[in-house]
């Protein structure tokens, strides 16, 4: 985001060029907007911008993914991601006293990748979980399951496919693992704040709307909170933002987790995301949050402009999320960084054992080093964090939530 710090309506956000037309989606904004009687939160904004079901960053036709589409996620960057958490999928059934039957559940299963990699690993190096395996890819949008359908039908891979809030209210519990990557910071997000104050009482909490602009644009206003639930969510933390800061929350998040946790007879839920405790990511210091819009790759100075066409995400409170599954009666770990779980599941061991599997394919061996780098990038993709929380069900021991040894 470009503001500077100081709660206000962004200069110039969301100005729209004459000559370009609005989106689909910017339209379905504005119709919001009407009906609500001038503004709506930035949580519905950011609802419509992504999830509307035909207009919806993730519901469009021709999204691309990784090096095709507006940004990379782990999966993406080289097979030997879903390879080594099938491993730790393997030592969870493993745990779970080799059940004859072991739900595997993706949510959020976007391009279909991971679940190819971590399925066709599972058959292939791990043959008996694999034959009491259960998988099931939920999404939101019908679109990406037929393209997740297809995308494992061509490799042969077995899986239920199901939208997600379908998935939610089946009654069964079920025993295994529900896993996702990156799909809580693509969740709603209200904006809120405190106005800078020279009082020593703290300022009642503001909330950022979304209005039309005159001249056909959207803009951001401070309000009034949409819902009493922000403050009772911050009350909940003992924390909340301080004088001066834009900062995200995100009450689908804590939603969805609940939501999963109560789905979990037995097992563990695995969650891979960008985010940060929760007293981090209300620290004062960070006075913009940390919303961010991308298209190409590229990050866009407005998250209001051209919606349904830019992705947009926020950091996780991986504490709240924690806590979440803990008022469901799990158990949460602390938090690990990927690089540090990727190397404890053995993404070492992986590239010298291909550096000896394939001399002749040079070309080979030199992606997967090259991709092993990326993943642990500690600039990059090896921050996303690594949350794990069980139901009846060995914590601690579990391979990605072992130290590793780091260099003197």
Do not use: K
Not at 206 to 215: G, L, N, S, T
Request: proline letters at 8%.
């Amino acid at each position: 985001m470009s503001d500077a710090g100081a709660p206000r309506t962004p200069a110039g956000g969301g100005r729209r060029a004459s000559a370009e037309p609005p989106t689909p989606a910017a339209l379905d904004v504005e119709d919001a907007i009407d009906e609500a009687g001038g503004s709506i939160p930035f949580a519905r904004f950011m609802e419509l911008a992504l999830g509307h079901p035909e207009h919806g960053y993730y519901a469009r036709a021709g999204l691309g993914w990784g090096s095709r589409g507006d940004y990379e996620s782990s999966p993406e960057v080289h097979p030997v991601f879903g390879l080594l958490w099938a491993g730790q999928i393997a030592e969870c059934w493993d745990l779970l006293g080799c059940p004859d039957r072991f739900d595997l559940i993706e949510v959020g299963a976007g391009s279909g990748a991971l679940a190819v990699s971590v399925l066709h690993a599972l058959r292939e190096h791990h043959a008996d979980c694999f034959a009491a395996l259960r998988p099931v890819l939920l999404d939101g949008f019908p679109r990406r399951v037929e393209e997740q359908r297809a995308a494992l039908a061509q490799r042969g891979l077995p899986a239920r496919h199901a939208l997600l809030d379908e998935w939610l209210a089946e009654p069964e519990a079920i025993t295994g693992v529900i896993y996702s990557n990156e799909f809580f910071d693509a969740l709603p997000v209200h904006l809120i704040g405190r106005a800078a104050s020279d009082d020593a009482e703290p300022e009642a909490l503001i909330e950022w709307h979304v209005r039309r602009r005159p001249d056909g644009g959207l803009a951001l206003e401070p309000g009034a909170p949409s819902t009493p639930e922000l403050s009772h969510h911050l009350d909940r933390l003992g924390l909340g933002p301080a004088a001066g800061c834009r900062q995200e929350l995100s009450l689908a998040a804590t939603a969805v987790a609940r939501s999963l946790s109560r789905r979990l007879g037995r097992g563990y839920v695995l969650t891979l995301d960008y985010g940060y405790e929760s007293a981090e990511l209300y620290a004062p210091w960070r006075r913009d949050g940390t919303l961010m819009a991308f298209r190409d790759h590229i990050p866009q100075p407005d998250p209001l402009a051209r919606p349904g066409l830019a992705d947009l995400t926020a950091h996780v409170d991986l504490g709240a999320l924690a806590r979440a599954f803990e008022d469901e009666g799990l158990a949460a770990a602390a938090t690990v960084p990927q690089a540090t779980a990727l190397i404890a599941l053995g993404l070492g061991e992986a590239v010298a054992a291909a550096r000896s599997q394939m001399p002749g394919d040079v070309a080979a061996y030199a992606r997967l080093r090259r991709s092993a780098e990326v993943l642990v990038d500690p600039a990059g993709l090896g921050r996303v964090r690594v949350l794990v929380a069980a139901r009846r069900a060995p914590l601690a021991s579990l391979r990605c939530l072992r130290a590793v040894p780091t260099s003197s």
